[in-house]
């Protein structure tokens, strides 16, 4: 049933917020390595589909499978651990962390917390290990300077670009991004832009929710378009400003 190169394959997914019918009939499939911006006008199910996808949202029918796996009865915690991590729209900072600790936290969640407990020799080693990656993804993603500052203190796109770091803090090998450059200094925009594929470079699968024309035109190689909760189009960039559904979608007639 599943496409020979589906990484992610999504069946039929519904999902109904009390009588708010958000998903209807959702089928997505995608292939190793796209790069696939999941757009659509507020309201239209963006963010649901990948609460679904990631576990934080259960289904009401249909399926989803990562990497030959099914993973739509799975915990979010444990799908992470499967290679697939996510971004918040709206990152939420702890308030007497630095940044460097959010992303330290981060490798907590995804390895377990039994090592740090038990202050083993292993666990100083894990610890060092996570504090090394930590330090390589802030600086891949330009927070070095602001490494030791509160992390609630920081700006909003340096916070999306925090939120980025945690989700790579578990190696993933696709990972979901819900607004990363809403609200972002068109200056981080382009790093954002430039940090995404250069992961994509090393061979990791994104989805990324985003407005921004120029950044799906520069970053996506296929979108794929919702309109009140149905998948209205699947296309390239280029094709959506001649595409009659998508137009719709937008333009509400
Ligand atoms: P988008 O991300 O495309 O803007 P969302 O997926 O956030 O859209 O929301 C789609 C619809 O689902 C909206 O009508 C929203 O109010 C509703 N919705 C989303 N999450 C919940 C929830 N936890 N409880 C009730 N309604 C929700
Ligand atoms: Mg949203």
């Known amino acids: 049933r599943t496409p020979a190169n589906a990484f992610l394959d999504i069946r039929s997914v ?17 292939a190793p390595g796209e790069i696939v911006g999941l757009l659509g006008p507020n309201g239209s199910g963006k963010s649901t589909l990948l609460n679904v996808i990631t576990g934080f949202t259960p289904a009401d029918a249909g399926s989803v499978h990562f990497d030959g796996r099914r993973i739509d009865r799975v915990a979010a915690h444990r799908i992470v651990r499967t290679g697939m991590a ?11 962390m630095s940044v ?32 090394d990656k930590a330090a390589h993804l802030l600086q891949e993603l330009l927070l070095t300077p602001v490494r030791d500052l509160p992390a609630a203190a920081i700006s909003g796109g340096q916070k999306k670009l925090l939120g ?17 450059t809403a609200g972002v200094h068109p200056n981080l925009r382009r790093d954002i832009v430039a940090a995404l594929q250069r992961l994509n470079a090393q061979g990791m699968t994104l989805v990324i929710v985003e407005h921004d ?22 296309c390239r960039p280029d094709e ?14």
């Open 164 to 180: 980025i770091v945690c989700a790579l803090m578990a190696e993933p090998r696709m990972l979901l991004l819900d607004e990363p």
């Open 100 to 131: 460097m600790e959010v992303a330290m936290a981060a490798a907590t969640a995804h390895h377990g917390v039994f090592d740090t407990l038990v202050g083993t020799a292993r666990a100083r080693a894990t610890e060092r290990a996570a504090r």
């Open 240 to 253: 959506l400003a001649s595409n009659d559904r998508v137009l719709q979608a937008y333009l509400g007639t």
């Open 86 to 96: 996510r971004t918040f729209q709206l990152p939420s900072m702890p308030a007497k």
């Open 213 to 234: 024309m120029h950044f799906i035109r520069d970053v996506c190689t296929r979108c794929v378009v919702l309109d009140r909760g149905s998948i209205v189009a699947s």
């Open 14 to 30: 519904a999902k109904a917020f009390g009588g708010n019918q958000v998903l209807e009939d959702v089928s997505v499939q995608i």
